[in-house]
Nanobody, 126 residues
Framework: QVQLVESGGGLVHTGGSLRLSCAAS????????VGWFRQAPGREREGVSS????????YYTDSVKGRFTISRDIANNAVYLQMDNLKPEDTAVYYC???????????????????WGQGTQVTVSS
């Protein structure tokens, strides 16, 4: 059973920073891509960023480009999302997910991802 566990969420003011962690129960290189998604109340889950586990190539949606940084730690089977200059519209539950399907980095479609964490709440106050 694959497990992904997110941590690092919290409450920050506009302009603040948070670092989310996604710990995997198996080697992250066993997956092709790990992605970060978020879901705000009343809205659909949307992809934020993704990383190819083997070579570290990354992708960001336009709304977070230049503010968020995704990275991976192969030795510790973890993926991180550094979030800087946070805005109130970043408020959501953040999920990490993984897939072994040969998808492209920009294919941040939740239906393409097989394994999901339980989510961590990020709240940005204005």
């Amino acid at each position: 059973q694959v497990q992904l566990v997110e941590s690092g969420g919290g409450l920050v003011h506009t302009g603040g920073s948070l670092r989310l962690s996604c710990a995997a129960s198996r080697r992250i290189r066993d997956y092709w891509v790990v992605g970060w998604f978020r879901q705000a109340p009343g809205r659909e889950r949307e992809g934020v960023s993704s990383i190819i586990t083997t070579d570290g190539r990354t992708y960001y949606t336009d709304s977070v480009k230049g503010r968020f940084t995704i990275s991976r730690d192969i030795a510790n089977n973890a993926v991180y999302l550094q979030m800087d200059n946070l805005k109130p519209e970043d408020t959501a539950v953040y999920y990490c997910a993984s897939t072994s399907k040969p998808i492209f980095l920009y294919e941040l479609d939740p239906s393409l991802y097989d394994y999901w964490g339980q989510g961590t709440q990020v709240t940005v106050s204005s």
